[in-house]
């Protein structure tokens, strides 16, 4: 039975060709099973030197690669423990892509939990998989303009999010210290590297409901220190943010990953999302009824035209205004692997046409947040 397997493709031709070859980015693969290793070492061989490995055998692979890529079974223990033995060499690649083959939060969260900086879920999708790999990291924040930084912020709230998540699925009780320590990094964060660069390095290493969870939060802790509210406040802001889709872990991944339009009845599912969040939160002891107010209600527009309550004007808190701006923006300015990303600018224009529904002179304050800082 085959446990690894180094690919070094025999070269054709000269030297010059040989050297290419070696440039090229090196990925390891992991696998629960050597058809998984083969048919995804298949996939990147065309593209990177690959060296594969699968998870029951001893972990031999030395080098460090630019990318791990993991296809395995993570409902299964001996998974899952496979991975976690192999944690510190994960920790050293920029990229770790989950192929997930269950599409459930569970199984999504899991693999976020293990560290993974993107999950794919279902079944392989080879350009994808290659769009996920198709740069290394170094050079996305050289062309970003933005110098990389460690990511220990963006992985800890992944994490935090990642349990969440898990919690609401399997109905335990959320870690509501954890969520709000990893607000603070992100706070910390934000305060000495600036908004861009924590957009940046979010967009680069995960996609979906927890990208946007961390870009909303990092827009709402920048635009709280843009208006200048208090460290109390901006703490509200900053877990009402982390909280505030977590009612989406209710919401079948086929309806929430959808690219395209959602059709009415898709459309009702999603925007029960927040009593969701607020259903499952309330019965938490050391959660604030301003962050459950957020959470509720950050779908709610000025002219009543919002849900779930249909609230209009003064019965919107100024937290749930300034959580609403954010949300929109950071919405629009996810990256998704099949639409391109839209430029800061256009995402503001689009707030500033909302008039009626969004607090205008808030949208007026959120001008340097979203374009300049
Ligand atoms: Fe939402
Ligand atoms: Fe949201």
Redesign the pocket.
Same mark, same amino acid.
């Given at each position: 039975m085959q446990n690894a397997r180094i690919i070094s493709r025999p070269v054709k031709g000269d030297g010059g060709i040989r050297e290419k070859e070696a440039a090229r980015p090196f990925v390891h693969v992991l696998a629960d099973s050597s058809d998984k290793l083969s048919s995804v070492c298949s996939i990147l061989e065309q593209q990177f030197t690959v060296a594969g490995e699968r998870l029951d055998a001893e972990a031999k692979l030395s080098q460090v690669p630019f990318a791990i890529v993991i296809r395995a079974e993570l409902r299964d223990v001996h998974a899952i423990a496979a991975i976690k033995k192999r944690a510190a060499k994960l920790a050293k690649a920029t990229k770790r892509i989950f192929l997930v083959e269950h599409s459930s939060h569970m199984s999504i969260s899991q693999a976020y939990a293990l560290g993974a900086t993107l999950v794919l879920p279902g079944t392989i999708d080879k350009i994808k998989l290659l769009a996920a790999l198709a740069y290394p990291a170094e050079e996305a924040s050289a062309s970003s303009g933005h110098a990389p930084q460690p990511d220990n912020a963006v992985e800890t709230a992944a994490i935090a999010i990642a349990s969440m998540f898990t919690s609401v699925t399997s109905g335990q009780p959320i870690d509501i210290n954890g969520a709000r320590e990893a607000g603070r990094q992100i706070a910390d964060r934000i305060t000495q590297h600036g908004l861009s660069e924590w957009l940046t390095t979010v967009r680069r290493h995960h996609e979906g409901t927890y990208q +946007?969870?961390l870009l909303?939060t990092g827009v709402a802790i920048d635009f709280g220190l843009s208006l200048g509210v208090g460290r109390p406040d901006l703490e509200r802001l900053y877990t009402a943010a982390m909280f +505030? @889709?977590i009612g989406?872990a209710r919401i079948p991944l086929a309806i929430l990953d959808k690219p395209g339009r959602l059709d009415p009845d898709e459309r009702a599912i999603i925007e029960t999302h927040p009593v969701a969040g607020y259903d499952f939160l309330k019965d938490h002891d050391n959660i604030s009824p301003e962050i459950l107010d957020a959470v509720r209600h +950050?779908?709610e527009f000025l002219d009543g035209s919002g849900y779930p309550d249909a609230l209009c004007g003064g019965n919107i808190g100024d937290i749930v205004r300034i959580l609403t701006i954010s @949300?929109i923006f &950071? &919405?629009l300015i996810e990256h998704r692997h099949y639409k391109p990303t839209m430029p800061r600018a256009d995402a503001y224009n689009i707030l500033c046409g909302m008039s009626g529904k969004l607090e205008k002179a808030l949208v007026t304050s959120f001008k340097q947040v979203a374009l300049t800082r």
């Open positions: +946007h969870c909303v +505030h @889709d989406k +950050h779908h @949300d &950071a &919405a």
